[in-house]
């Protein structure tokens, strides 16, 4: 029986074309003003004119720390590494998925060290949280640029309990952690059913859609 093929999922990392030659793939003696204008590397759902894709682990890792966040990056090299597996990954792809915790301990033991982990696992909880702070930062001055000051003090003080838990300790939503969050508030779901984001009188569809999409994609 054949082998099933896996679907590829998440976002491409595409990099610029210069006379058909990838930017420092093909070429390496380029400047800015050669791109007519075009971003040299970029993220979107699926190849672009003019760009070519160069997703991968260890460019993941690197070009695109440049272009999206902590969160963003480990979503997309472990949407890659799922759809790779193990066979299509070397040892320092292993490392950086272990380095991001997406690989389980019997594998990162063959790595790094008990110690080296504890390390890890420090920077990896510091950088998750920095990273959620951020994008709730980011949603608050998205929302607080539409809203008035009486209504954006509102939504402040009925999510401070539900922010303070999603930036600590991750609490997005009851399907996801087992008990209400802060994407069950703006989205009116679970015990904020009727007593949400959508309940008030200065919700729009556009205002939630923005505010969770930040906070899940940055």
């Not at 695109?64 to 990056?73: A, N, T």
Request: charged share 30%; with cysteine; hydrophobic share 35%.
């Amino acid at each position: 029986m054949a082998k099933e093929e896996k679907e590829r999922t998440g976002k491409y990392l595409l990099v610029y074309l210069l006379d058909g030659k990838r930017l420092n793939v093909d070429i390496f003696n380029w400047s800015y003003s050669d791109l007519n204008g075009n971003k040299p590397w970029i993220v979107a759902d699926e190849i672009v004119e003019g760009y070519a894709d160069v997703s991968s682990i260890a460019n993941w890792d690197s070009i695109g720390r440049e272009l999206k966040d902590y969160y963003f990056v480990r979503r997309e090299i472990k949407n890659l590494y799922d759809f790779l597996g193990n066979d299509g990954i070397g040892e320092e792809d292993a490392k950086i998925l272990c380095q991001l915790f997406i690989l389980p301990k019997e594998k990162r033991d063959i790595f790094y060290t008990e110690d080296e982990q504890k390390i890890l696992w420090n920077h990896f909880l510091t950088s998750s949280m920095l990273c959620r702070e951020n994008r709730w930062e980011s949603a608050k001055n998205y929302i607080s640029y539409y809203l008035d000051p009486i209504n954006s003090s509102d939504l402040a003080i009925d999510t401070q309990l539900l922010c303070e838990n999603y930036i600590k300790y991750n609490i997005l939503e009851e399907s996801i952690n087992g008990k209400p969050g802060l994407l069950d508030y703006l989205k009116g779901t679970s015990i904020y059913n009727g007593t949400g984001f959508p309940s008030k009188s200065y919700w729009s569809q556009e205002y939630q859609d923005g505010i969770i999409d930040i906070i899940e994609n940055g």
